[in-house]
T-cell receptor, first 113, second 115 residues
Framework: AQSVTQLGSHVSVSEGALVLLRCNYS??????LFWYVQYPNQGLQLLLK????ATLVKGINGFEAEFKKSETSFHLTKPSAHMSDAAEYFC???????????WGAGTKLIIKP | ETGVTQTPRHLVMGMTNKKSLKCEQH?????MYWYKQSAKKPLELMFV???????ENNSVPSRFSPECPNSSHLFLHLHTLQPEDSALYLC??????????????FGPGTRLTVL
């Protein structure tokens, strides 16, 4: 069965520092991978998705993620954190059998001034 | 209204009450979803509707009853809930369900508390 693991339920970085949120997946077929963000008191919003084109995917708000098949990873990065990036981030993989999204447990990003 | 809207935003109910959650999407999508979001757990998919037909029911207890009268509206009827059902209930929509790359668009959720 496919699964998604997000390392670290909370990640704290200083404003202006690099943001790195980790996501590893298991899949027996080429995966389609997603990162969503949830701001406080809001629903989830798509940041970016990998659909088997370029392995480096650029998303909204300066975020990007790199698909690494050999490491079964799809880590999310941003060069310089901003206070407005404080939110919870979810990684998901599209199930190959029924196209449902399989979600990670989320990582809460905390930005220190 | 734009996107996906959900009402009410907050709901407190007793275990013997009956209530309904409403979701409406203004995106012209054909698929709609109910998710349960509990703290520190992955999102749990509850139900999927495609062109008003239910295509997935992920072993959800019968005290949750979905209804999809048309492609724009989705309801979740609640009765005799348990305290462990307290969570954020999210509605989402997508263009279809057959595309593995389809983006899902989420509403803000209904925060449900069962006393």
């Amino acid at each position: 069965a496919q699964s998604v693991t997000q390392l670290g339920s909370h990640v704290s970085v200083s404003e202006g520092a690099l943001v790195l949120l980790r996501c590893n997946y298991s899949s027996s077929v080429p995966p389609y991978l997603f990162w969503y963000v949830q701001y406080p008191n809001q629903g989830l919003q798509l940041l970016l998705k990998y659909t088997s084109a370029a392995t480096l995917v650029k998303g909204i708000n300066g975020f990007e993620a790199e698909f690494k098949k050999s490491e079964t990873s799809f880590h999310l990065t941003k060069p310089s954190a901003h206070m407005s990036d404080a939110a919870e981030y979810f990684c998901a993989v599209s199930d190959s059998s029924n196209y449902q999204l399989i979600w990670g447990a989320g990582t809460k990003l905390i930005i220190k001034p | 209204e734009t996107g996906v809207t959900q009402t009410p935003r907050h709901l407190v109910m007793g275990m013997t009450n009956k209530k309904s959650l409403k979701c409406e999407q203004h995106l012209g999508h054909n698929a709609m979803y109910w998710y349960k979001q509990s703290a520190k757990k992955p999102l749990e998919l509850m139900f999927v509707y495609n062109f008003k037909e239910q295509t997935e029911n992920n072993s959800v207890p019968s005290r949750f009853s979905p209804e999809c009268p048309n492609s724009s509206h989705l309801f979740l009827h609640l009765h005799t809930l348990q305290p462990e059902d307290s969570a954020l209930y999210l509605c989402a929509s997508s263009q279809g369900v057959a595309g593995r790359t389809d983006t899902q668009y989420f509403g803000p959720g209904t925060r449900l508390t069962v006393l």
